[in-house]
């Protein structure tokens, strides 16, 4: 029993399949069969002749005659012993038209009007209604609807010869493609050619031969235009060149390299650097914003080579402030100092010496020099109404090193000066140094007789932490001592960032009873009087805290900033505050940085602390009240 078939389409609609199938299609050289992609009751042998085509027909580029030969599938095995062979005859001009619009390109209505006017009949064209449609090809625009809308007149042929560079089958396409379409080639084009010769060479087992003349038209071509190329054009094509192996001496690599050269911004010609000795060299390297914080050994070996002329006022400056900015505790570079301060004393100004005896105080150096006080006092007597800020300064520096000079006290605390500094615009910070001085003639100088700040100019010395303490607080033990403290005693028994008169601002304090019981702060009076009347002047430090029962404990941490560099001396300022409050009547408990530093965890500081406070008598939680 025969198979039941499909009846044939009719003669329209075969013309219009066939139209629609080679308006979609492309033109190959050879013969193609195409039977695999029908049903088996249905599969005819198809075959693609091409006659006469050249290389670019396939892209438009010339005329082809093309005749199909169709074997259709017929319903019956008597239909396709009966069939005959036809064939259609198709003559199509397919030319390239790139100035122009796309008139000139055949359409799916053209390839109609041209199967319309072949004389043949029904049977002989329904094969083509089963002809699959074939994929459009990908190099270069297309025969029919490949041009990009909106393009200028150039964009068909740029990207139609940069697809042919990318799918060139030998090095010597590749040159044809750039040697034949000068007008066409633009800048970017040979990168493409390079990373496709790259291709050919590379990605293939058996690469195509390439011939030495050819690799050299081709560096000759990107030699004659790599002027035109801009510079990132030219560091492709010379990282391409490495990579297909042009040799670094040869005229392509030399020619990419130059222009490359070019288009690098001019270097500004290097600077003479002038010799410099002893004084010069000081300053230069004490002027560099980059400079080491540790030049011990170049400042010192700077310093012995210089002469004395040399040794300016300026440079001696730029050392002192170098020194007191990054905690240099260096004796021999001190002492040098106090020595230019003594030898060139009458040439001074108070303002030059408040810079060069800051970091005697900061540093808490007392320096050998014999003349060394007795020549800041003639300075001071000379120079201190002229520069009311100045000699304050110089006093501060000295307060800190405990080396007063009552003369100079008598002139700042007179009447005649305090009211010449009040209506300055440095009023403010004079008076706070004043009360400073103030304390410290009424802590540490008992026989002074002369007059002092009266109360209504003093004001607080420090009432808050230091600004070293607030920049670097996120590297302070303090928070975690404080939680130590809260788990350890209970967060109503002792006071965090207290300013206690007259005006220093405590880390931690406690309240002791005189049985050594650790109080809640809030039943107590957290200030003792100042200034101290309880015992004589100079004995408070030495009282013991269980016999005194108005005593305060006040836990001091000393960070490792606290320190001058070589973390054995406390600073001027810390020493100063430590020794004033132990004066007034504090018990002062110091928590030093390297035994912090040692506490692994909140356990271990609790540990540590409870030591510390039994240490003193302390008693705390039910049996300590």
Not at 19 to 38: E, I, L
Not at 205 to 212: A, C, F, G, S
Not at 290 to 311: D, G, N, T, V, Y
Not at 417 to 437: C, D, E, K, M, Q
Request: proline share 11%.
């Amino acid at each position: 029993m025969e198979p039941r078939t499909a009846p044939l389409p009719s003669p329209r609609s075969t013309l219009l399949a066939a139209a629609a199938s080679c308006g979609r299609g492309r033109w190959s050289r050879g013969r193609v069969d195409r039977a695999s992609w029908a049903p088996g009751w249905a599969r005819p042998l198809t075959r693609l002749v091409t006659s006469g085509l050249p290389p670019l027909s396939s892209l438009g580029l010339g005329f082809s005659t093309c005749e199909m030969e169709v074997v259709p599938a017929l319903p019956t095995s008597e239909a396709r012993a009966e069939h005959q062979r036809s064939v259609v005859h198709v003559e199509l001009l397919c030319k390239y038209h790139c100035a122009e619009d796309m008139e000139g390109s055949p359409s799916p209505n053209s390839m109609l009007r041209l199967l319309l006017s072949a004389q043949a009949s029904a049977a002989r064209l329904s094969g083509l209604l089963l002809l699959p449609p074939v994929q459009p090809c990908c190099l270069g625009p297309s025969n029919w609807g490949d041009q990009p809308p909106g393009g200028g007149l150039h964009a068909g042929p740029v990207q139609g010869l940069q697809r042919l560079l990318e799918q060139a089958r030998s090095p010597g396409e590749l040159l044809r493609w750039l040697g034949q379409n000068p007008t066409k080639v633009r800048a970017h084009h040979y990168p493409v050619a390079l990373r496709r010769l790259g291709q050919l060479l590379g990605s293939q087992p058996r690469p195509p031969p390439v011939e030495q003349a050819t690799l050299q038209d081709l560096s000759q071509l990107i030699i004659r235009n790599c002027p035109s190329f801009d510079i990132h054009t030219i560091h492709v094509c010379l990282h391409l060149a490495v990579l297909l192996g042009f040799p670094s001496d040869g005229p392509l690599m030399c020619a990419l390299e130059q222009e490359r050269r070019f288009r690098l911004p001019p270097k500004p010609p290097p600077t003479l650097q002038p010799v410099l000795h002893g004084g010069q060299r000081l300053e230069a390297a004490l002027s560099c914003p980059h400079f080491l914080r540790r030049p011990r050994q170049h400042l010192i070996r700077s310093l012995a080579e210089a002469r004395p002329e040399e040794l300016t006022p300026h440079v001696m400056v730029l050392l002192a402030q170098h020194l007191a900015r990054h905690r240099l505790r260096e004796p021999q570079l001190l002492e040098a100092i106090a020595h230019f301060l003594v030898v060139q004393e009458a040439q001074l100004s108070s303002k030059v010496v408040q810079k060069l005896v800051l970091p005697f105080g900061r540093l808490n150096y007392l320096p050998l020099e014999q003349q060394f006080m007795p020549c800041l006092e003639r300075i001071l007597a000379r120079e201190a109404g002229v520069a009311p800020l100045a000699t304050v300064n110089i006093l501060m520096s000295l307060c800190q090193l405990r080396c007063l000079p009552f003369r100079a006290l008598h002139f700042v605390f007179s009447p005649g000066f305090i009211n010449h500094i009040s209506g300055t615009p440095h009023a403010f910070i004079v008076r706070r140094y004043l009360s400073l001085l103030d304390t410290a003639v009424e802590l540490e100088l008992p026989g002074y007789r002369g007059p002092r700040l009266p109360r209504r100019q003093q004001v607080p010395i420090f009432p808050q932490p230091l600004i070293t303490d607030r920049a670097r607080c996120k590297y302070s033990h303090k928070d975690i001592v404080a939680e130590g403290l809260r788990q350890l005693l209970g967060e109503e028994k002792y006071r965090q960032d207290l300013t206690v008169p007259p005006g220093y601002c405590t880390d931690f304090l406690l309240c002791v009873s005189s049985s050594g019981a650790v109080l809640p702060v809030r039943t107590q009076d957290p200030f003792l009087p100042y200034p101290p009347r309880s015992c004589p002047q100079g004995q408070a430090a030495s009282q013991s805290t269980t016999h005194d029962p108005a005593q305060r404990v006040v836990l001091m941490l000393r960070e490792r900033w606290h320190f001058c560099r070589d973390g054995q001396v406390l600073l001027g300022s810390r020493a100063l505050r430590e020794r004033h409050l132990g004066l007034m009547g504090y018990q002062l408990l110091p928590l030093p940085f390297e035994e912090l530093e040692s506490q692994r965890g909140l356990p271990q500081l609790k540990s540590y602390l409870r030591q510390k406070l039994q240490a003193l008598g302390l008693r705390w939680g039910p049996e300590g009240g």
